[in-house]
């Protein structure tokens, strides 16, 4: 996938430890978003925004949704809107929900987002379609929000928190309020009894609980260990907590056409390890390590260790040169 020129809407399907395989629905240019989180595996964030546009026509996302599903619809899990950057500033979002809904089917339709522009009534009608709204809040008060998730300039911490509240009372579907905890940042037992009061203001279905897990942004960003995200996990008592684990292979069901294409387009969304795009793409490790290693001697993907594991990840280009 040609990521830079926005040549496709969709990737994947994606090994996802929430939604199994997912087939990603990106219809932002990367990497624009209202944050630029310390710990995003998608890397930083180079076009800070909180302009909502139309980067591309609702109806060619619809047509290649449908050429794909009509091939390779028991290939996917879910269908989530998810990228390198902040899916509510598509600005025709809400259309393109709707008709992805008419197009009947019985594959969950997934929103995935930081929740920072559920203030605007406009982004919470968009949302009102799909099955599952998955926001997020990792802080609990401004100063973290400004540590951890480095914000637009013009966004406010208390304006984010009203808009989540208010989305819950408007919104019908599965909402599901994601926490990341980072070690050193948001993980201190006076944060997480703050947090937990925002969680039982909020009110949402449930609580995931999520840490880092892959290679982050900014270098030297860790994540709890298992224990500690038990423990974590205590403090949330108004809701079910669930704590986001690690991906479990599926079989081998997803398509297999242009295997290098598609090992290139999964990293640039996150970084993946050999086993979970081999999952994904339905081959064996061993055909993905080679194309891999094709890959980065072409200068495209490289390997990292991040806590002890390998993922593959994208390189970064050189914009200066």
């Known amino acids: 996938m040609k990521a830079s020129s926005m040549a496709s ?77 902040e899916p509510t500033l598509y600005e025709p979002l809400g259309e393109l929900i709707s008709g992805i809904k008419a197009m009947g089917g019985r594959i969950p339709l997934v929103v995935l987002t930081n929740g920072t522009l559920l203030w605007d009534p406009e982004v919470r009608r968009s949302l009102k379609s799909a099955d599952r709204v998955v926001p997020s809040l990792d802080a609990a008060d401004p100063d973290v929000f400004s540590r951890l998730n480095r914000p637009h300039p013009h966004l406010s911490f208390h304006e984010v928190v009203e808009g989540l509240t208010a989305f819950r009372h408007e919104y019908r579907g599965a909402y599901h309020l994601e926490i990341l905890l980072v070690k050193g940042i948001n993980d201190s ?44 996990a205590a403090f949330f008592t108004s809701c079910p907590v669930e704590i986001i684990g690690s991906y479990e292979r599926k079989g081998t069901v997803a398509p297999t056409d242009n295997l290098e294409e598609r090992v290139v387009q999964l990293v640039r969304r996150r970084p993946c390890s050999l086993e979970e795009m081999a999952d994904a793409l339905s081959v064996a490790v061993e055909v993905v390590r080679a194309a891999v290693q094709r890959q980065r001697e072409a200068g495209l993907l490289d390997v990292q260790d991040f806590e002890g594991h390998l993922f593959v990840v994208p390189v970064q280009p050189d914009d200066g040169h």
């Not at 994947?12 to 624009?32: A, E, H, N, Q």
């Not at 047509?63 to 269908?79: D, I, N, T, Y």
């Not at 995931?208 to 995200?229: C, F």
Request: hydrophobic letters at 40%; one cysteine or more; aromatic letters at 4%.
């Open 9 to 85: 809407a969709l990737f994947g399907p994606v090994p996802s430890r929430r939604l199994g395989r997912s087939l990603g629905i990106d219809v932002i240019p990367p990497k624009t978003c209202t944050l630029d989180c310390l710990y995003c595996e998608s890397g930083p964030t180079t076009h800070r925004s909180l302009q909502r546009k139309a980067f591309m026509p609702p109806d060619r996302v619809l047509a290649e949704l449908r050429a794909f599903l009509k091939g390779h619809a028991g290939s996917v899990e879910a269908l989530t809107f998810s990228s390198a950057g």
């Open 189 to 232: 037992p006076e944060h997480l009894r703050d947090l937990a009061a925002l969680v039982r203001r909020i009110h949402p279905d449930r609580v995931e609980l999520n840490t880092v897990v892959r290679p982050p942004a900014v270098p030297g960003i860790e994540g709890l260990s298992g224990q500690a995200m038990q423990e974590a």
